[in-house]
């Protein structure tokens, strides 16, 4: 038995922050921003506007697409880095909010692989037995951005988006998904500040450590190639070739990675999925986002074999191959 992605959702919030914007916070510029990531504009929360508030617009959305009642989910798993609060969940909040009260709900931490982690435990649920697993992908990444810091502050963006898994009645459904980490390089992405490493404390936040902080350059090259490795193992694992593939929805990191592995695996970029020129990096938002965008437009029709590949802090690098 398969299981299979019923319906997707995605919502980002509606102020958008231009590079022209970030211009006038920190020394860069909209040409610079462009050439080297491809961002045009990125989503920003609103004060006071969490990550469950985002997670349960998408959740919604993908509940009504798969025509699912919140009652009818066994589970919730939430991906993200920036949940509302340390304990409880920000799956358990999206599980009250629902009224999904069946659900077991717990938040799963894998960074911008977030998604793809927590679709395999959703995958794995559905074949022992659970009906409905509602799988999100939410982040505020403005709430761990140091707007200080042009490095970085540049590269992320807020949104959600949301998928229900459920069991495959025919040939559409999840064909394979592989996961991989090495903590070798946790410091390569890190918020080095805030958890139980180095509490916090007005040392910590004058020393900017509850922030996102990234050898950028170290990632670019190691991205590029976990990805095009990534992608390799899911087209063995399935006999397949990278003609095969109708559409491949990558996690948003940079345009450069992105062109830089479609052209190693000689895959048609126009092929891919690309939101990050309006969305910058939303971490474990970005895929379902992207998939929920393509589905919409008609990028991914019913019979296509969509591939997703992620990478992302920890470090975690991971991937999938569904039949739509
Ligand atoms: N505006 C203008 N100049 C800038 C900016 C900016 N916003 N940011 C950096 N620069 C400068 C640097 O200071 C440096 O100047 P210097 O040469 O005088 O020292 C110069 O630009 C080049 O800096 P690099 O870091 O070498 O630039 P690079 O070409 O590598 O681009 C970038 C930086 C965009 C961050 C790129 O490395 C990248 O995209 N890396 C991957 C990031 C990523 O994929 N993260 C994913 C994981 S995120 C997660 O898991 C939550």
Request: a negative charge; proline letters at 4%.
């Amino acid at each position: 038995m398969k299981s299979q992605i019923l319906g997707t959702g995605s919502y980002v919030p509606p102020k958008i922050l231009t590079n022209t914007d970030l211009e006038k916070i920190v020394d860069t510029s909209d040409t610079w921003i462009v050439d080297r990531t491809g961002i045009h504009e990125r989503r920003i929360a609103e004060p006071g506007e969490a990550c469950s508030d985002l997670g349960i617009r998408a959740s919604e959305s993908a509940l009504a697409n798969a025509g699912i009642a919140a009652q009818d989910l066994d589970m919730i798993l939430v991906a993200t880095c920036t949940g509302d609060y340390p304990l409880p969940s920000t799956a358990c909040l999206i599980q009250h909010r629902l009224g999904a009260t069946r659900a077991a709900a717990c938040d799963i931490a894998a960074a911008c692989c977030g998604f793809v982690y927590a679709l395999s435990i959703a995958n794995a649920y559905i074949k022992a037995g659970y009906r409905y697993v509602l799988v999100v992908g939410a982040e505020v990444m403005s709430a761990i951005t140091d707007w200080s810091d042009r490095n970085t502050c540049v590269l992320f963006g807020d949104g959600a988006g949301a998928t229900v898994v459920g069991r495959s009645e025919g040939e559409a459904g999840i064909l394979s998904l592989h996961l991989h980490a090495d903590g070798r390089l946790a410091d390569l992405i890190c918020v080095p500040g805030g958890g139980s490493s180095r509490p916090a404390s007005q040392t910590i936040l004058d020393e900017r450590l509850p922030y996102v902080k990234m050898r950028g350059n170290e990632t670019f090259k190691i991205a590029v190639k976990t990805m095009e490795e990534a992608v390799r193992e899911a087209l063995a694992a399935n006999e397949l070739t990278i003609n095969d593939i109708d559409c491949f929805v990558p996690h948003q990191a940079n345009i450069r990675i992105l062109k830089a592995v479609a052209e190693r695996l000689k895959l048609p970029l126009e092929k891919t999925a690309i939101n990050l020129d309006r969305f910058g990096n939303t971490s474990a938002a970005s895929i379902p986002l992207a998939l929920d965008e393509a589905v919409k437009t008609g990028k991914v029709q019913p019979g296509n074999l969509v591939l997703l590949a992620a990478f992302g802090s920890g470090l975690t690098w991971a991937s999938g191959v569904l039949r739509w």
